[in-house]
């Protein structure tokens, strides 16, 4: 019992961080129907950004997550203006290859800025609570507590605001959100700047428990790439669901099964389920 | 007036760019501590070096193609590689025209077996530190293993080997828990699940700082007993990520820095003066490689006949100046392997202290 | 004479030459390489160019090819000139079998039930210790034996049989995409329904063009194990369908030599970007980024573009279908 | 037979709703959708446009609201230039349209669809509040089923939303694209009955129809579409009576 | 001929075709009218195969054809074309109207690989038959440009050609009118109607009523996915449910 609470928190604060992360690619995806291989490599640069402002600027590390959060929305932006905004009407295939180039880009940009090692980004929350057997790191306490929270406030944001709206209303049908006067470029700018600044925060927040490298964002892309898929492309539940089942299925694999086949049986469960449902979880009927 | 190219193939870009890094860095510092030293006499002429690197990004085709390269366009007589995939492919031609020297870095024991005549293997053999390393932590935490270390086939072989000895030396092996350190994002789950065997000692390793993690995790649900780290892993850049004082009751291999002797204190002083960074055995074992080449060189008097050179290897290590040889190697054996004291540690009292010294 | 006939006949003279020139060992091997790739880039081709249809599980039929001959020559002895078709047919079965269930999906959710296939093959290799040799990979994997005087463990030789190979695919896919069966594969990319309500069994030629892709990866997998000598998990990696990608529409999808191009083009450049060390991915990075943006239907694109004479299909314009036409499709 | 707008409210072409088409051509790639055409609104006037499918209509449509370019010819509204500009602007300077295809928020809430439609407005709240009043007024419909997402509702009810969205921005002129489409004969009664309402407030409408009858019947003037080119333009009267119309887009 | 009993269905709620029996007249212009959303396009895809009905059952020459996939359809005989002008566009003329032929060749993949005198008498063949569909809509084999290029009107013909080189008993024409102007909407009633004077059986869609009533022989009418009608063009035209439901009160004919 007590490995199965185990499990399961651990499962939840991996689950936070993989949604956190698809959900910026699924926005991505929704709105622009790019299909973004480089946003594993946003997520890398927002660790990086973030372990830069520690301990080299020596700011406190909320403080960090925010500013980097905003660092990346920046870059998401340039990204778009360079990059997708002049291939949005081309094939997926085009600008799959156009992100690869800039995944190449910002890895060996990281490399050349930091080095090849493996980095430790220190917090200021390394406590451990145990609660009922089950221990409980404060860092994990706070991924999910983070997590959560900026996922609700991305819900309210897209809910309740007009500008959220706007973004759904592209996600859903671009040509009416122009014809209603909404500026779709800027909202293509938004939603990348929204989708770089969720990947920082992710990798900021999972960082001081798994490592700072310049190829840490290539793991986390597949994963993110097999959730989004499997929740439905587009769609902000099947993100979230999406992550947290991965993450969910990894531990547990891990737990009862073997930790060297979680990666086999998380994709496999992604094959059977789009066998089934080819279209995701999430999706409407075709 | 000649120079000599010597070759080097190894992962500069993508997830093993630190290591590959590390391994260039040995072989560039022995270079220029050579030439600055107005390089070496062979039969009558002065000989430098000069170091040619290409990423092979851990790919084995690369590292054939960057080998006929390093082969055809520079003329290398020898080529450094250091991963098992890659030493395994060149073997396939090395011993064909042109003839060439594989100076291999990886303890994978098929690359001495295969019996090539012109490898020259740096680590030691990994399996000269299972037995203490079961002894002492069997005797200091009790008799059940729990093994969590990396997939990589190099973690795989150590698991197989390790796995055996602790057996042999009546203990328990639970459920390998094993995970790619390269890849896993959160060690928790494969920890929980390990721990939850009640283990006595973890057998864990892979690169230095996932493997700190992995006791970071251990330690964090309450894990108070002992650990094996396999080689790969460094204490010195370890101490980097966690402190020492969680590392209690580790056996590894001891710090470079610690390794008494002159040789190795100089070499430490150096490297952290060039290079900014901790040592480790990597850049230690890969410096000690090309003084030997120079030396045997020396000795055969030719730059070419690589077969000649390497028939001196083993003169070339005990002739070698001895502020060079940092693990105080005797010679080379039959199949090609560097002979050399690599003195094991152990986390005690806060402290790394050294574990016991064998010689293979 | 049409100027691309020409320009073939003579790549393919020069090409014959080469190893009479020289006999540098590491031109000839980027060289063959470089066929090993163009071949299963053009096996790519067969099925995102002309079908439409993006796999992103090909390199996983590549590592099939290249493991099946490895294991069976090295652990079997098997002669190299029954185990390379071997792998091939092997291929081409897993090709069929994939279909069955793949094709259930359609447009990115393809390309995706793919990528998660591929994945998995490479996972199974690497962890399928027993057989596949699992992370350690298959080291020793023999040369092809003699015939008669020729010696193909010789480099030079081998190349010519590499180049056989190339061109012996080229007109596989030539043949095929000239005849009514390759016709149809092109039906079903410029629009699929029109294609069932003219009597085209889609799924059918679907099947068929995964299945002549998979054994031509299979067939570059063949040759790429007995030349190297080792096989490791990572030959079958989807970084590799990316990379094979790259070739493809760097070069040009849906034409013949798009693939070949792109392959020597960017092995080429990558070797040469060697010397550049650190910064070789800082430039290769937005190079890739600039010819997408100004080079939409590749190099072939603007060969076909001056060279205009609409007697030859355009260049697959859109391979998976752009926003607006997937949103015109769910309408 | 040339402009005779007997019907067409107040004359000139620079008062409020005034729509200036000249010489546009606009292509799709190599396809020539549009070729040289002009078109007039004049302020409070109903036009229709007539054509059959392909003909152009909506593809001027898009272009007039800045969601196409042209390649050649200008496009004034209120005497300004507009060739070009941002769906945004246009939008922002009182023309609104209801597009083919209704290009809804499926997804979204009526309520939700309805405010984007204000989306220039947003700042005016009360604005906002009182426009969606005046549409809920205008389809009671509309307010019944304000919380369900519109893709839900029958076609019908979509094509309502469709013109209440539109009329949100509270347009000068307002562009209908066939907005019978799909719609039973009832029902498209009811929408025309709706524009002549909208009409009647003081803004000018071009129609796409291509339900010809129905749409002259409600029309001042109108234009015939073919092959993206114009081909006729006559008063209501003369439109209802040329043989060719009759024919092509009434049946005899 | 063609003929189905009690065919239907049903999107989610909604029913778009329900409870149709019809016979399609052999060797006639067989109309299918209704206002929009009628359902008329849907009774097309039920009866081409690309749509699996929800009730009923759907017979073609004496065979059971309901639940055959649309590629075996056209195999049969069933050809058709789609509302919105549906082409291989990148393609030239004659690479599409060869499309149509792909369905009575058996060559394969083999075949092309090694050249078959069975590849090259298909071929042959194939060229011929499209030929003929070429010459029949009155288009050249040679115009080397992608169809997407062509004017409308030419694009409608080139989607007649392609299914007439399937070589079928029944065409499926929907709206094939639209979108031409009434001068070539004359061109298109003699095509259509050579079309049944060479004994292809014709089933077509229209909105444009005065071609419907002077080409058609017999007329089905749709309302919410229901027959409400059949009959000769006379009695479609008077009668009153037809005009309530489509032809509308102000419609005088
Ligand atoms: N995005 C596009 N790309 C290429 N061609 C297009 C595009 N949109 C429309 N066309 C073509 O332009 C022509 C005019 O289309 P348009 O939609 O403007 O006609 P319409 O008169 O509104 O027809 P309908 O009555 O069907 O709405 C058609 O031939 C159509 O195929
Ligand atoms: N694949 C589908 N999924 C859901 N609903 C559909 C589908 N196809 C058609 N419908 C619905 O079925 C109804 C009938 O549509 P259909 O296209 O058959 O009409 P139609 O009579 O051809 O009209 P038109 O004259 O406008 O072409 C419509 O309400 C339509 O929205
Ligand atoms: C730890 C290292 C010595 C292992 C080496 N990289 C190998 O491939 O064998
Ligand atoms: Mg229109
Ligand atoms: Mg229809």
Redesign the pocket.
């Known amino acids: 019992m007590t490995l199965f609470l185990q499990q399961l928190f651990n499962g939840i604060a991996l689950g936070s961080v993989y949604s956190l992360v698809a959900l910026g690619l699924t926005l991505v995806f929704g709105v622009l129907k790019i299909p973004n291989f480089a946003h594993g490599a946003l997520y890398m640069a927002g660790a990086y950004v973030t372990y830069a402002l520690l301990t080299i600027v020596g700011i406190p590390y909320l403080l960090a997550i925010a500013i980097a959060a905003l660092v990346l929305a920046l870059m998401g932006v340039v990204l778009e203006r360079l990059v997708f905004h002049p291939l949005r009407d081309r094939s997926h295939v085009q600008a799959m290859i156009a992100a690869i180039g800039v995944l190449f880009f910002l890895e060996a940009s990281a490399q050349k800025l930091f080095g090849a090692e493996f980095r430790m980004m220190p917090t200021p929350y390394g406590g451990v609570v145990n609660l009922m057997g089950v221990t409980v790191t404060t860092q994990r306490l706070l991924v999910i507590g983070a997590s959560l929270l900026v996922m609700i406030v991305l819900f309210l944001f897209l809910k309740r605001t007009v500008t959220g709206a706007t973004i759904e209303a592209m996600a859903q049908n671009r040509a009416g959100a122009q014809l209603v006067g909404i500026n779709t470029n800027r909202v293509s700018m938004l939603t990348f700047a929204i989708s770089a600044a969720l990947a920082a925060i992710a990798a900021a927040l999972i960082a001081p428990i798994a490592l700072v490298s310049p190829t840490m964002g290539e793991v986390i892309n597949t994963k993110v790439f097999a959730i989004i898929i499997l929740g439905g492309m587009g769609s902000i539940p099947g993100a979230i669901v999406g992550g947290f089942l991965l993450a969910l299925v990894e531990t547990f694999t891990t737990a009862y099964i073997n930790a060297d086949f979680a990666d086999i049986i998380g994709f496999a469960v992604l094959v059977i389920v789009l066998a089934i449902r080819p279209t995701g979880l999430f999706s409407k009927g075709t | 007036q000649q120079v000599v190219n010597i070759g080097f193939s190894g992962p500069l870009s993508g997830g093993a760019a630190f290591y590959g890094q590390n391994v260039q860095s040995g072989i560039d510092m022995a270079i220029k501590e050579i030439n600055k030293a107005g390089g070496v006499k062979v039969g009558n002429e002065k000989v430098t070096f000069n170091l040619v690197s290409l990423d092979d990004k851990y790919l084995p085709n690369e590292t054939a193609t960057n080998t006929r390269r390093l082969l055809q366009q520079n003329n290398a007589p020898f080529v450094f590689i250091p991963h098992a995939g890659g030493i395994l492919t060149v073997q396939g031609f090395n011993q064909r025209n042109p003839e060439f020297l594989v100076v291999a870095y990886s303890s994978e024991p098929k690359i001495v077996e295969s019996g090539n005549k012109l490898t020259f293997m740096l680590p030691p053999l990994y399996t000269m530190y299972h037995e203490p390393f079961v002894k002492t932590t069997m005797q200091a935490h009790g008799k059940k293993l729990g093994v969590i270390p990396t997939t990589s086939a190099y973690g795989k072989a150590w698991t197989d080997t390790l796995t055996a000895e602790w057996k042999k030396q009546g203990g328990t092996v639970g459920a390998n828990n094993g995970v790619d350190y390269n890849t896993t994002t959160d060690y928790s789950a494969a920890v929980t699940k390990t721990l939850a065997e009640k283990p006595d000692v973890l057998f864990i390793g892979g690169p230095s700082q996932p493997t700190a993690l992995v006791i970071k995790a251990a330690r964090e649900q309450g894990f108070k007993g002992g650990f094996i780290v396999m080689d790969q892993a460094k204490f010195e850049e370890m101490d980097q990520i966690v402190p020492v004082s969680q590392m209690e009751g580790a056996v590894g291999v001891l710090p470079l820095r610690d390794f008494r002797g002159p040789a190795a204190q100089k070499f430490v002083a150096a490297y952290r003066a060039q290079y900014k960074k901790e040592p480790t055995s990597e850049m230690a074992l890969n410096y000690m490689g090309v003084h030997a080449l120079a030396k045997a060189m020396e000795l055969a008097g030719t730059t070419k006949d690589v077969a000649a050179i390497r028939a001196k290897l083993p003169d070339a290590l005990k002739a070698m100046p001895k502020d060079k040889n940092v693990y105080n190697s005797t010679g080379v054996d039959e199949s090609g392997h560097m002979i050399a004291q690599r003195i094991m540690g152990q986390v005690k009292g806060g402290r790394i202290t050294q574990l016991t010294s064998t010689q293979r | 004479m049409r100027p691309g006939v020409v320009i073939t006949a003579l790549a393919l003279f020069a090409a014959l030459l080469i190893p009479v020139i020289t006999k540098n060992g590491y031109y000839l091997d980027v060289l063959i390489m470089a066929f090993i790739w163009s071949i299963a880039a053009s096996g790519l081709n067969v099925l995102l160019g002309y079908t439409g249809l993006l796999s992103l599980a090909h390199a996983a039929f590549f590592g099939i090819g290249a493991y099946t001959v490895g294991i069976l020559m090295l652990k079997h002895g098997w002669s190299f000139w029954l185990a390379w078709p071997t792998a091939t047919a092997l291929t081409t079965v897993l090709g069929f079998l994939l279909g069955l269930v793949a094709f259930r999906t359609r447009g990115d959710a393809f390309a995706i039930f793919t990528l998660a296939v591929g994945v998995i093959v490479t996972q199974v290799i690497a962890r399928w210790e027993h057989l596949t040799g699992g992370r350690d990979g298959l080291n020793g994997v023999p040369q092809p034996g003699k015939v008669g005087p020729i010696d193909f463990s010789e480099q030079s030789v081998f190349y010519y049989l590499a180049l056989g190979a190339l061109v012996a695919t080229l007109y596989v896919i030539y043949s095929v995409v000239k005849a009514p069966v390759g016709r149809a594969f092109v039906a079903v990319r410029s629009n699929e329904d029109l294609a069932r309500a003219s009597g085209i069994d889609t799924f059918a030629h679907k099947q068929r063009a995964l299945m002549l892709s998979t054994a031509i990866a299979g067939l570059a997998g063949g040759l790429y194990a007995t030349y190297l000598g080792f096989l490791g998990p990572a030959a079958s990696a989807v970084t590799v369908t990316f990379t094979l990608l790259l070739y493809v529409i760097v070069g040009g999808a849906a034409t013949l030599a798009g693939p070949v191009i792109g392959a020597f083009l960017l092995v080429v450049l990558a070797q040469l970007l060697q010397a550049s060390q650190e910064y070789q991915h800082l430039i290769l990075g937005p190079l890739l980024v600039v010819l997408v943006l100004f080079f939409p239907h590749g190099l072939m694109g603007l060969w076909q573009k001056a060279t205009r004479r609409f007697n030859r299909p355009a260049p697959a314009p859109a391979v998976i279908a752009t926003s607006q036409e997937a949103e015109r499709a769910q309408r | 037979m040339h402009n005779s707008a007997q019907n067409g409210g107040q004359t000139g072409s620079s008062g409020q709703g005034a729509l200036q088409v000249q010489d546009v051509t606009v292509r799709y790639g190599e396809f020539v959708a549009l070729r040289n055409v002009s078109l007039t609104v004049n302020p409070g006037e109903i036009v229709v446009l007539l054509g059959a499918n392909g003909a152009g209509k909506s593809t001027l449509f898009r272009t007039i609201s800045g969601l196409q370019r042209p390649v050649s010819g200008t496009i004034s509204y209120n005497g300004e230039n507009i060739t070009g500009r941002d769906a945004a602007e246009v939008i922002g300077r009182g023309v609104a349209q209801c597009a083919e295809g209704r290009m809804l928020f499926p997804e979204l809430s009526i309520q939700k669809n309805l405010i984007l439609g204000a989306f220039i407005h947003r700042r005016d709240k009360n604005g906002v509040n009182r426009g969606l009043e005046e549409v809920y007024e205008l389809f009671p419909i509309l307010r019944d089923k304000r919380h369900d997402a519109a893709g839900s509702m029958s076609?019908g009810q979509q094509q309502m939303l469709a013109i209440g969205r539109a009329l949100m921005a509270r347009p000068q002129l307002l562009l209908l694209d066939e907005p019978s489409?799909?719609l039973a004969p009832l029902v498209v009664e009811q929408v025309l009955e709706v524009t002549r309402r909208i009409n009647a407030t003081g803004t000018s409408v071009l129609l796409a129809e291509q339900n010809a009858y129905a749409a002259l019947q409600i029309a001042h003037r109108g234009y015939v579409m073919e092959n993206g080119a114009l081909t006729l333009e006559g008063s209501q009267a003369a439109l209802l009576g040329n043989d060719a119309v009759r024919s092509a887009y009434i049946g005899v | 001929m063609l003929s189905v009993e009690n065919l239907g269905i049903q999107?989610?709620g909604?029913k778009?075709?329900s409870g149709v029996n019809y016979s399609v007249t052999p060797g006639a212009v067989n109309a299918v009218i209704?206002?929009?959303?009628?359902?008329?396009?849907?009774?097309f895809?039920l009866i081409s195969g690309f749509?699996q009905p929800t009730s009923g059952r759907i017979t073609f020459g004496g065979e059971d054809v309901t639940r055959m996939p649309a590629h075996k359809m056209a195999t049969r005989g069933v050809a058709r074309t789609f509302?919105t002008t549906s082409l291989f566009k990148e393609l030239p003329i004659l690479d599409n109207v060869l499309q149509g032929h792909r369905l009575r060749m058996r060559s394969g993949i083999w075949d092309a690989i090694l050249r078959t005198p069975r590849l090259r008498s298909e071929e042959r063949e194939a060229r011929e038959r499209a030929a003929f569909a070429l010459d029949f809509v009155g288009l050249s084999p040679r115009d080397p440009r992608p169809v997407g290029m062509l004017t409308q009107e030419a694009q409608k013909r080139v989607s007649i050609a392609i299914a007439l080189a399937t070589d079928p008993k029944l065409v499926l024409l929907d709206?094939p009118a639209a979108g031409i102007n009434p001068d070539e909407t004359e061109g298109l009633v003699r095509l259509i109607r050579k079309m049944v004077d060479q004994g292809y059986t014709v089933c077509l869609?229209e909105?444009k009523m005065n071609m419907i009533m002077n080409i058609s022989d017999h007329i089905m009418v749709?309302h919410h996915?229901q027959k409400i009608a059949e009959g000769a063009p006379r009695e479609i035209q008077g009668n009153p449910a037809v005009i309530e439901a489509y032809l509308g009160g102000g419609h005088r004919a």
Request: net charge neutral.
């Open positions: 076609g489409l799909g | 999107f989610g909604l778009a075709v209704g206002p929009n959303g009628a359902g008329k396009s849907t009774f895809n749509y509302q709206e869609i909105h749709l996915g």
